[in-house]
Every structure is written in structure tokens, then in C-alpha cells.
């Protein structure tokens, strides 16, 4: 594990406040500084800005302690709707408090757990927070939902069509079809690696080919390639304006920042139910603190968690990786190559080598040097990059980071499962294991709650639930298919039933 003690060089009331000068009230730049600033709307219907660069808020208020308290009460829906409000102007016309609350309502609608996201204790100090209540069993099901519906919301309101470019890694290509299947005014086309080319899973595919047959607004196309691989030509065709303009094109990878608020949202959530006896202010202080773990791949999560600490959330943040660990050798060395090798892994959402979203995380370390982040992207195409040490310092005490080998992943499953009786899948199993090896290097009287986010349901990845576990794919099956009553859950259970018969049959003829 890289990167500082949990305590701050100076009081967070200050260190997590807005790192930059504020910009326009309610509105989005350019981390490239190339592009007029935005506002919600436009910045949605962008994706990227013109520049070629994604966008972050141009100022951002810190939630008062008295508001934090009155947070503290809300359903997710109702948290979600209160977040993204401070990010849209009161007077925006195109979208309302009504509307807002009518796109969260929808959003959440299909989710098989009444309260979005749930907590789930793995000892006395460190907890999962659940995000993958969703149809697709994934933590992008949030973000997804929300930003399909703000986006169909904006296209009748303007009378305007979308075609959404998604490349995915696993989990965000089944997460964006299924928010916008059926949507008028959307039309999206999802690339992704096929089996053989990366560690893709047979649900993460089905889902994907499932719902492009069914849908006739859907689009599918596998690629003979890593998932970097296939970005190349995304990042290129958005980088055109003239032909990003005549085709309507639009994006809802992390760039988009409707996915960036509600990951926003998922921290506040999760910190607030921690219970308060957990939360132990640091000598000194009388702020109640926490780690959030983050399993990253292309460090959309690890980005909304910078936003948080800006906004006031007392949290330090542990980027966790996998053996794809450009992220990792960023924070612990400074240093970022380009070119580098796709490894495929246990867990193939996460295995990225080029996490895109580092450009805004550089944004808000330089204090919102637009020149800089323009420097260092020049640098990374041509090679690689360094960082000064003033911006490595600005991170490395809020972010500590970590990689961890598919051996120790598929024993934190194990071992988990045997303590507790909890199937991690494998993303979040890397996150407990970093959050597991920072704990053994603390003191006792130096550490604080630990937070993990909770990326899929273990039944997407029952290969490695059979592999963690030694065991037949029907067993792995077995184990996986909790809890009882999810219809989510259920829905993928009975897939995976079908599946799991006929290979089976298919051994024995």
C-alpha cells in the first residue's frame, strides 16, 4: 500500500475544500481549458466537451455540517436528488426540482433492493457498501439509470436525437443498454472485447446480446482487442468535433458528468449509514472520519471521490487495483507510461491500463491547471508522464492506493466467504484485500471505518467464484444465488440455470 496516514497536513475543513478558483456559479469546464464553460445541460448532452477534454464543475460549494446532519435521514433517491441540485441552477430551464425528482424516481424504479443501496458489515471496522442493486447487478446501474432518463428528458425537450458511442470493459456496455433500451430520441452503439481477447464473462456478454436483440434502438459490436484497444477510436471520433457534431454524438462512460455526480452520491450515502459509534474523529478534532476503499479501472469512482472530499465529506481514499495497475504506479511513483500491457484478470471490468478518468484527477491535484493537464497529456502520448512533486504531494495524502494480484483476490473471496458468510465478486474482493493490507500496516490507534464500494453481484462472475473455490460451476451457482426475493438476482440466476444445464449436457453427448 502507497500513500499518507489517514491524519491531514492541515485541518480538513480546508484541505477538502474547492482546490481551485471557483468559475462560473453552476457550470462545467474543460479539464483542457479549450472549451466555453457549460452548464449541466449542455455538459450532458456533450459527454466530452469540444475540446476533446471532460468536463469537472467549475466551483463547488462545501456542504455545511448542518445540511451533512439533515442528509443524514434520506432515502438514496431523495440523497440523489439533493447532490445533482447543487450542480444545477436554480433557474435552468431545462431541468426543474420537478423534473429532477421525476427522472430519480424512474431511475430506481426496477431495482430489486427498496433501499437502492444497502451496507453490509464484514467486521466491526470495514463494511461493502451494495451498488449493485440494479437489472444489471452493477454499480454503473446507478449512474446509468439516471443519466439514460436526463438524457431522453433533454433530447424531447429540445426535439433533438443522440447516438451514444460506449466502449466497455464489462459491466458499462450491459448498463448503458438496459438504461436506454426503448428511450425515444436515443440511439447507442457498444463496443467490447470479445471472450478470448479479455476475461469478459459469459453473463456480462449475454446481457449485452440479449437486450441488442431485443431492442431495436440497441447496437452491438464485438472487438478483437482489449478494451484500451478499443477506446482508441472512441476517444478519436469525440475528438472530431465537425464529425462528433454532424453525427449527434454523445457519450455515458464515467465521462459523462451525470455519472460523476451520482458516484458522488454513493459516498455520501455509504458514510452517512456507517454507524456513528464507528466513526472516531481524529485527535484534535471533532470530525468524524472514514477510508473509502475504491476498486478503480478507469478511475471514474476514484474521480467522484475527490469531488466528495471537495464538497466536505471527511474521507481518504484508497485506489485499489488489480494487475492492470497503471492507476497504482501513478499515485505510488508519480510516474504514468503509456503502452502498457492489458493483463487479463479475475476481475475484467478493472483491467484498463489507460484509466481516462486520470485527467481530471490531475485537474483537480494542479489546482485546476488546464495548461498542465494539456502538458502532461502530450507527455503520456509520448511516452509517458512525471508528475512534480507539489501535485504528488496534493494527492498523496488523500489518495493511498494499492494493487493486488488475482491469487489475493480469489482468497479474500474465500476467506470472506468462510468468516462471514459473504460472496464478494471479484472487483469488490480487491478492494477488501486493499483495505485489509492498509489495516495490517496501521496501528490499532490510528485507524478509522473502512468503506468498500461494492461493484457486482458474485453471480456475473461464477467462472471465478469456481475457481476461488474449488468447486463445480452448479455449486458456484449455488452459492452465488442469494438473496432470496431479488429479482434482479433472481433474473440472472435462472439465465445462469439454463446456461450452466447445457454445458453440462453438452460434456455428456
Given at each position: ?331 505510488a511513483t508519480g510516474e504514468l507510461r503509456a503502452h502498457g500491457t492489458v493483463s487479463q484478470t479475475a476481475s475484467p471490468s478493472m483491467d484498463i491500463q489507460v484509466p481516462y478518468n486520470v ?136 439465465i445462469e440455470s439454463a446456461r450452466t444445464a447445457r454445458a453440462i449436457a453438452a460434456a455428456h453427448t
Amino acid at each position: 500500500v502507497y500513500g499518507a496516514p489517514l491524519g491531514y497536513p492541515h485541518s480538513p475543513s480546508t484541505a477538502l475544500l474547492c482546490c481551485f478558483e471557483a468559475g462560473p456559479a453552476m457550470k462545467f469546464v474543460s479539464v483542457l481549458g479549450g472549451a466555453e464553460p457549460a452548464s449541466f445541460s449542455e455538459a450532458v448532452l456533450n459527454g466530452w466537451a469540444p475540446d476533446g477534454g471532460m468536463y469537472w464543475p467549475a466551483a463547488v460549494e462545501p456542504v455545511s455540517p448542518r445540511t451533512l446532519s439533515a442528509w443524514e435521514s434520506l432515502s438514496y433517491p431523495r440523497l440523489c436528488e439533493e447532490v445533482l441540485k447543487r450542480f444545477i441552477a436554480a433557474d435552468d430551464p431545462d431541468v426543474t426540482p420537478l423534473d429532477l425528482a421525476g427522472i430519480v424516481s424512474a431511475a430506481f424504479s426496477s431495482f430489486g433492493d427498496a433501499e437502492v443501496v444497502s451496507l453490509r458489515p464484514l467486521s466491526d471496522e470495514l463494511h461493502v457498501a451494495e451498488l449493485w442493486h440494479g437489472p444489471t447487478l452493477a454499480f454503473k446501474d446507478l449512474g446509468m439509470s439516471v443519466l439514460g432518463r436526463t438524457l431522453s428528458h433533454l433530447l424531447r425537450r429540445r426535439r433533438q436525437r443522440l447516438t451514444l458511442l460506449v466502449g466497455t470493459s464489462g459491466d458499462t456496455g450491459s448498463s448503458a443498454m438496459e438504461a436506454v433500451r426503448g428511450l425515444e430520441g436515443i440511439e447507442i452503439l457498444v463496443l467490447y472485447p470479445l471472450q478470448g481477447c479479455s476475461s469478459i464473462s459469459p453473463v456480462q456478454e449475454l446481457q449485452m446480446t440479449s437486450v441488442a436483440r431485443a431492442a431495436s434502438n440497441v447496437h452491438l459490436i464485438g472487438v478483437e482487442g482489449s478494451s484500451d484497444d478499443l477506446d482508441v477510436p472512441l476517444e478519436r471520433a469525440f475528438r472530431d468535433a465537425a464529425f462528433k457534431r454532424a453525427h449527434r454524438l454523445g457519450s455515458v462512460n464515467s465521462v459523462n458528468v451525470v455519472r460523476l455526480l451520482v458516484q458522488v452520491v454513493h459516498y455520501f450515502y455509504a458514510y452517512l449509514r456507517l454507524p456513528e459509534g464507528d466513526l472516531r474523529p481524529p485527535e484534535g478534532s471533532s470530525e468524524r472520519r472514514a477510508r473509502v476503499a475504491v476498486p478503480c479501472g478507469a478511475g471514474g469512482h476514484l474521480a467522484a471521490g475527490l469531488l466528495a472530499q471537495q464538497m466536505g465529506l471527511p474521507i481518504t481514499l484508497l485506489a485499489a487495483t488489480n494487475a492492470n495497475d497503471a492507476l497504482h504506479r501513478l499515485l505510488a511513483t508519480g510516474e504514468l507510461r503509456a503502452h502498457g500491457t492489458v493483463s487479463q484478470t479475475a476481475s475484467p471490468s478493472m483491467d484498463i491500463q489507460v484509466p481516462y478518468n486520470v485527467w481530471r484527477l490531475l485537474f483537480v491535484a494542479s489546482g485546476g491547471d488546464a495548461a498542465a493537464v494539456r502538458g502532461w497529456q502530450a507527455d503520456f502520448g509520448a511516452g509517458g508522464l512525471t508528475l512534480p512533486p507539489r501535485v504528488r504531494e496534493w494527492l498523496r495524502v488523500r489518495v493511498a492506493s494499492a494493487a493486488v494480484d488475482d491469487a489475493l483476490t480469489l482468497r479474500t473471496m474465500l476467506e470472506t466467504h468462510q468468516r462471514c458468510g459473504y460472496l464478494l465478486d471479484p472487483h469488490t474482493a480487491v478492494g477488501v484485500a486493499a483495505a485489509q493490507i492498509a489495516a495490517e500496516e496501521e496501528s490499532c490507534a490510528a485507524r478509522v471505518p473502512t468503506l468498500c464500494l461494492g461493484c457486482a453481484h458474485p453471480i456475473k462472475f461464477l467462472p471465478t467464484v469456481a475457481a476461488a473455490f474449488g468447486c463445480s460451476a452448479p455449486r458456484a451457482l449455488a452459492l452465488a444465488s442469494g438473496p432470496a426475493g431479488h429479482r434482479c438476482v433472481e433474473a440472472s440466476s435462472s439465465i445462469e440455470s439454463a446456461r450452466t444445464a447445457r454445458a453440462i449436457a453438452a460434456a455428456h453427448t
